[in-house]
């Protein structure tokens, strides 16, 4: 077979891995076995009556889709079966990552179990178990586990997140990663009869390594920078850390990926090529050396990875390594091209899945704008000059999938990575490998080195402080306007015409100079009016919108450090839409779990209006608007009590109503009545109310509306379906024709209550779940509501039949 037809067979067998995850539903391995039969019409006549190369893509297109399906049909296979959730079960296995410190107190760690106990825990015989958890064990202050090898007594649950439009999901890491369970350990001890494979001495000595590295760089006054940039462990980096690296777009230089491997394959080819000539030049031709020169650079690179952990951008950046040391071994006139096709497939080959990964993206996208830009040019640049144009390229070039994926493009990246980059190729990653190296033999030495790394990763840790804490203009656009910057920056770059380049760069300028202008407040038109109810687990918010104007119900709950849904869920989703700014924003009242990341949102938005239950307690979260930096006074805001009637727009009558008293907590919150004057249809928004409050709510309502009856209305169950909630007065008066709960996932609280879900569903409502569903979009079209489920717009490995959500039920 040609070159030519291997390159095009690798980038089939590429597009076929890709294109499985843009299916909606998972083959059945019957035709995946199918797609890997159509290799035999490569041995049958019909071969001769197709294009050549048609039939060779064909070919690599079917063997794509049907590798990449078996693994997958594999890993979904072992997932926990549904009556083992929550249910105390005890399994041996060992450590297979890294533990690092969680909250409240916890260790968290990945496990693969190797043996299950129990009789009554075994599921059917064709039932495969999970091989991986995903586990937390909390309460341990020493923060250390008791062994490699462990026997366990742990509580388990199936892959579950929170689901929405846009935003981060938690369930397509786990799958990405391969997790079948999360849990909780209830008791640990050491395991030694545990037959410790070869995976499982490798996981031994990483964790090893870590504890080495930790031991002796202990005193290092950048010792969390040192632990991930030596290994890749970045489990001792703080949230500040992370702030400083999201400012300045620099959180590839801790990850371990390509341009590490890179270091250490130049590093490792250079003293190998000296060292053979050195010692035997008169007995070694050059291709031998040459020969020996590239095995030495894959060992190394290859030992590098282990160490760093062999995660998925170390694999990939191998891989790529070795694919370009073959071809310079080769020394053969290959086009570029060819080389980054070849290594594409060669990683999708040994990681399938490796399309899930941003980082896939984001590092063959690098790669292929480098190419574009130097791949043409005729005379050397100079490093500088080649430095300054690989920034812009990287910078422009992957502006567009950025956005596409929910992130931001910081401008201080464009500085810090033009100083950032070199500075730690050349002076910090040598500091800290050889200095780790020279530790390992002279244990004596560490003193000097550590101050030595301290050094120098001193003047980059301040350098990008000082980046980090320069008020840059955001640049703001549309993706398609952006898409058109990076291409013109593009071709300003490699378009080797004056005239051309100079008329780009002014208009890039002038769009760089109306992209930092504030772009107002203007939100997108709907056409009818919508109702969002979010998934944010075990708490709630909502969005009312119609016309332009937008109406936001709680923001969701917020554990500090660990989770805040209006990071997660809202922010992303809400600039997905193109919302900038938040007419009127009820929090009904201070709980957490209702009003969490309030600061973040008055940062985010322009927020016209608050209106709530608990003023007070309202005005002394908003404090934190300070803390984080926002210019923004929360003073220009407008926080005011719950009462009176309103408009959203013509089309949407607004009524608030608290009860009257000196209520705090779950009994001072807001009710929202949103009606949909032309259709007749009304949605309540209660809060957490409990059964007191809600005759008093009751009484009101009929005081105020004796025959405005709406002919559908939609209740957002009271407390998320708790027992206290949901009294037989109010589900009888009101006779809802639909309740929808929002209640996280097998949560420690279990709502909603069986009790409530059996009343309502005796008055004939509807009943939806948002821990089932996932976000719920409900439209007005033609006087019917049009409910959409954000599970019926999920991919194949969240909603497929079997998984947590399809068999998902309300108790």
């Known amino acids: 077979m040609s070159r030519s037809s291997t390159v095009l067979g690798a980038f089939a067998f590429s597009c076929g891995v890709i294109l499985l995850y843009r299916l909606a539903v998972l083959?059945?391995?019957?035709?995946?076995?199918?797609?890997?039969?159509?290799?035999?019409?490569?041995?049958?006549?019909?071969?001769?009556?197709?294009?050549?190369?048609?039939?060779?893509?064909?070919?690599?297109?079917?063997?794509?889709v049907a590798w990449a399906g078996m693994w997958a049909h594999e890993r979904l296979e072992r997932q926990l079966p549904p009556g083992l959730e929550g249910v105390k079960a005890s399994v041996s296995?060992?450590?297979?990552?890294?533990?690092?410190?969680?909250?409240?107190?916890?260790?968290?760690?990945?496990?693969?179990?190797?043996?299950?106990?129990?009789?009554?825990?075994?599921?059917?015989?064709?039932?495969?178990l999970p091989k991986m958890l995903r586990l937390a064990w909390y309460g341990q202050t020493a923060g250390a586990l008791p062994d490699h090898r462990l026997?366990?007594?742990?509580?388990?649950?199936?892959?579950?997140?929170?689901?929405?439009?846009?935003?981060?999901?938690?369930?397509?890491?786990?799958?990405?990663?391969?997790?079948?369970?999360?849990?909780?350990?209830?008791?640990?001890?050491?395991?030694?009869?545990?037959?410790?494979?070869?995976?499982?001495?490798?996981?031994?000595?990483?964790?090893?390594?870590?504890?080495?590295?930790?031991?002796?760089?202990?005193?290092?006054?950048?010792?969390?920078?040192?632990?991930?940039?030596?290994?890749?462990?970045?489990?001792?980096?703080?949230?500040?850390?992370?702030?400083?690296?999201?400012?300045?777009?620099?959180?590839?230089?801790?990850?371990?990926?390509?341009l590490h491997l890179g270091l250490v394959a130049l590093g490792a080819g250079f003293v190998a090529r000296r060292l053979l000539l050195a010692i035997s030049a008169y007995r070694m031709s050059e291709q031998t050396v040459r020969l020996a020169v590239f095995f030495a650079v894959v060992f190394c690179c290859l030992l590098y990875a282990l160490a760093a952990g062999f995660t998925v951008p170390t694999r990939r950046a191998l891989v790529m390594v070795a694919v370009g040391g073959w071809l310079l071994l080769r020394a053969r006139q290959v086009p570029v091209w060819h080389s980054i096709i070849m290594a594409l497939g060669l990683v999708l080959l040994f990681d399938p899945f490796a399309p899930l990964d941003q980082g896939f993206w984001l590092s063959f996208g690098a790669v292929s704008l480098l190419i574009c830009v130097f791949a043409g040019r005729l005379g050397s640049t100079g490093w500088l000059a080649g430095l300054v144009l690989a920034q812009g390229a990287v910078f422009a070039g992957l502006w567009p999938l950025l956005e596409l994926t929910g992130q931001g493009q910081p401008v201080g990246g464009l500085l810090a990575n033009i100083l950032a980059i070199p500075w730690v190729s050349l002076v910090v990653m040598p500091a800290i490998i050889i200095g780790g190296l020279t530790i390992a033999v002279f244990p004596d030495s560490s003193s000097p080195i550590v101050q030595i790394i301290d050094a120098v990763l001193g003047v980059m840790?301040?350098?990008?402080?000082?980046?980090?804490?320069?008020?840059?203009?955001?640049?703001?656009?549309?993706?398609?306007?952006?898409?058109?910057?990076?291409?013109?920056?593009?071709?300003?770059?490699?378009?080797?015409?004056?005239?051309?380049?100079?008329?780009?760069?002014?208009?890039?300028?002038?769009?760089?100079?109306?992209?930092?202008l504030p772009l107002g407040s203007d939100n997108p038109r709907v056409a009818e009016p919508e109702v969002w109810i979010w998934d944010v687990g075990q708490g709630l918010s909502a969005m009312v919108r119609s016309g332009d104007k937008v109406l936001l119900y709680d923001t969701g709950p917020e554990v500090k450090g660990v989770f805040s849904a209006a990071e997660s869920v809202l922010v992303p989703n809400l600039k997905a839409l193109g919302i900038r700014r938040i007419d009127t924003l009820v929090v009904s009242h201070a709980d957490s779990d209702h009003s969490g990341g309030l600061a973040l949102l008055v940062g985010e938005f322009e927020i016209n209006r608050i209106l709530t239950g608990e003023p007070e307690a309202i005005r002394e979260k908003l404090d934190e608007v300070r803390a984080i930096g926002v210019d923004r006074e929360y003073g220009e805001v407008i926080i005011q009590g719950c009462s009176g009637e309103d408009k959203l727009t013509n089309a949407l009558t607004l009524s608030f109503w608290q009860a009257s008293g000196e209520f705090a907590g779950n009994d001072a919150s807001c009710v929202l009545a949103v009606r949909h004057n032309a259709a007749g249809i009304e949605w309540i928004f209660p809060g957490d109310i409990s059964a007191s409050i809600e005759s008093r709510y009751l009484k009101g309502r009929a005081e105020k509306l004796p025959v405005e009856t709406p002919r559908k209305l939609v209740v957002i169950a009271p407390h998320h379906g708790s027992k206290t909630s949901s009294s037989d007065a109010w589900v009888s008066t009101l006779r809802p024709n639909r309740v929808i709960y929002?209640?996280?996932?097998?949560?420690r609280y279990g709502h909603p209550h069986r009790d409530i879900t059996a009343r309502y569903r005796g008055a004939g409502a509807e009943a939806l779940n948002t821990a089932c569903s996932g976000a719920l979009i409900m439209t007005v079209a033609g006087g019917a509501i049009k409910t959409r489920e954000a599970r019926h717009e999920s991919p194949f490995w969240i909603r497929g039949p079997g998984l947590a959500r399809d068999q998902c039920k309300i108790p």
Not at 226 to 238: D, V
């Open 461 to 516: 840790w301040g350098f990008l402080e000082w980046v980090a804490g320069i008020g840059w203009p955001a640049l703001e656009g549309t993706v398609p306007e952006i898409a058109g910057f990076g291409v013109l920056v593009l071709l300003i770059l490699t378009v080797p015409v004056r005239a051309f380049r100079v008329a780009g760069a002014v208009l890039v300028l002038f769009w760089v100079v109306m992209a930092s």
């Open 151 to 258: 026997r366990l007594e742990v509580v388990l649950k199936r892959p579950h997140g929170t689901l929405n439009p846009a935003g981060f999901r938690y369930e397509d890491w786990l799958f990405r990663k391969g997790y079948q369970a999360t849990g909780s350990v209830r008791s640990a001890v050491p395991d030694p009869a545990v037959f410790c494979s070869l995976q499982c001495q490798y996981h031994r000595f990483q964790i090893n390594l870590a504890h080495w590295v930790d031991e002796q760089f202990a005193d290092a006054r950048y010792h969390p920078l040192i632990a991930s940039l030596l290994i890749g462990n970045r489990g001792h980096l703080s949230s500040d850390h992370w702030e400083v690296f999201k400012a300045t777009g620099t959180i590839h230089l801790v990850a371990i990926s390509g």
């Open 93 to 128: 296995g060992y450590v297979c990552d890294l533990p690092e410190a969680g909250s409240f107190k916890s260790i968290r760690f990945s496990f693969c179990v190797t043996q299950w106990y129990g009789i009554s825990l075994t599921p059917e015989p064709d039932v495969s």
């Open 27 to 64: 083959p059945p391995p019957v035709w995946l076995l199918g797609f890997a039969l159509l290799t035999l019409l490569w041995l049958l006549p019909i071969r001769q009556r197709m294009p050549r190369l048609f039939g060779l893509f064909l070919l690599g297109l079917a063997l794509g």
């Open 742 to 747: 929002t209640a996280g996932y097998r949560h």
